[in-house]
Nanobody, 115 residues
């Protein structure tokens, strides 16, 4: 199982970024996917969840209405569209799945929101 995030970077407050997570090594369409983030000095927190078929999504209260999780099962990719970014969204963002009682994480992609 391999998860590879991309799309992070430096953005001004109010700006947008789209993160991608390319998955391989498992039947992507059969498993839920999540985005987590970890800010400096803080614990890792769940940002968004999407079911295997993409029908069900849930979000942390802090990002509701600003972030959208989606997936393309044909491309084995999950996305996180982030709009109206705030300095407090600065963190390393990780994609995650759980398969056969094992946790799988990507290497993370850095997002910095600053003027």
């Amino acid at each position: 199982v391999q998860l590879v995030e991309s799309g992070g970077g430096l953005v001004q407050p109010g700006g947008s970024l789209r993160l991608s997570c390319a998955a391989s090594g498992f039947t992507f369409s059969s498993y839920f996917m999540r985005w987590y983030r970890q800010a400096p000095g803080k614990e890792r927190e769940l940002v968004a969840h999407i079911s295997s078929g993409g029908v069900t999504t849930t979000y942390a209260d802090s990002v509701k209405g600003r972030f959208t999780i989606s997936r393309d099962n044909a491309q084995n990719t999950v996305y996180l569209q982030m709009n109206s970014l705030k300095p407090e969204d600065t963190a390393v963002y990780y994609c995650y799945t759980r398969r056969r009682a094992s946790d799988y994480w990507g290497q993370g992609t850095h997002v910095t929101v600053s003027s």
